[in-house]
């Protein structure tokens, strides 16, 4: 099981891009890296997921390198409603368990 | 799709008390997770079901945590007898493990609190 790091907290300010980065080491070569948006009171919302280069959805961007052994989510232009927590995740879709093991997450504060 | 549903959203009981919460996953999601937040421990894997089959239940605490999934529309998570240390959010997930989507919904989870 691949573990992750992420830093603890990040502040940014409304209208600047956040880069939030994850560290996975050990990822394997079936595993996928998925990122996860909490905000207090609510569940976790799936954001954006990868393999490898970049992913584009409407909400962000992922960006991994060709060793795979750590991804950047991209918020662009934040606001403070991005306030929240986000998670990264990595595992393998073979194993739906495996998939879902949470780590400490970033909180991220957005301020005005 | 009204999405996962949970309830109740807030339950306060007494310790020694049994304590059910509910889900209703997404129609025609195949995977139906449970999981536990705290501030200590952050979101823990309880226990996953496969088309209404337990596939992994080692996140379950101990012998007074019990989960069912009864049919494909509906899941139980029982405590039974309740202590203050099982206060948490519990958060319910579902999911279809298809090619194009790996994502999983959740539910807006249970607090339960346990005096």
């Known amino acids: 099981l691949a573990k992750t790091t992420q830093p603890i907290s990040m502040d940014s300010y409304e209208g600047q891009e956040v880069n939030i980065t994850c560290s996975h080491n050990?990822?394997?070569?079936?595993?996928?890296i998925t990122w996860y948006q909490q905000f207090p009171s609510q569940g976790p919302r799936f954001i954006i997921q990868?393999?490898?280069t970049k992913v584009t959805n409407e909400v962000a961007s992922l960006f991994i390198p060709a060793d795979r052994k750590s991804s950047t989510l991209s918020l662009p232009r934040v606001s403070l409603s991005d306030t929240a927590v986000y998670y990264c995740l990595v595992g393998d879709h073979n194993n739906a368990g495996n998939m879902l093991t949470f780590g400490g997450g970033t909180r991220l504060m957005v301020k005005p | 799709d009204a999405g996962v549903i949970q309830s109740p959203r807030h339950e306060v009981t007494e310790m020694g008390q049994e304590v059910t919460l509910r889900c209703k996953p997404i129609?025609?999601?195949?995977?139906l997770f449970w999981y536990r937040q705290t501030m200590m421990r952050g979101l823990e894997l309880l226990i996953y079901f496969n088309n209404n089959v337990p596939i992994d239940d080692s996140g379950m605490p101990e012998d007074r945590f019990s989960a069912k999934m009864p049919n494909a529309s509906f899941s139980t998570l029982k405590i039974q007898p309740s202590e203050p240390r099982d206060s948490a959010v519990y958060f319910c997930a579902s999911s279809m493990l298809t090619e194009a989507n790996y994502g999983y919904t959740f539910g807006s989870g249970t607090r339960l609190t346990v005096v």
């Open positions: 990868g393999y490898k």
């Open positions: 129609s025609g999601h195949d995977y």
């Open positions: 050990n990822i394997a070569t079936n595993d996928y």
